[in-house]
């Protein structure tokens, strides 16, 4: 009966903290925050120097 009861509770303490958290009015936690004109990616990979490269070494193919 103690299991059963602590149970109810738990679940009773979960369905009211999502109930809450559902309702709020605050949004800010919630919404991105505007980054005026954006990222402009291609500008990014534009201006990128001195990346690492990697290589790849391609084993398919080789028998013992």
Known sequence: MR???SFAVAAALVA???G???T???T???VAPSTGDGI???QLM???E???SVEFADYTFVFH
Do not use: C, D, H, Q
């Open 3 to 5: 299991k059963i009861s």
């Open 46 to 48: 534009m201006n990128a």
């Open 50 to 52: 001195e990346l690492t």
């Open 40 to 42: 402009e990616p291609f």
């Open 16 to 18: 009211t903290g999502f």
């Open 28 to 30: 800010t936690a919630r």
């Open 24 to 26: 709020s009015t605050t």
């Open 20 to 22: 809450v958290w559902a």
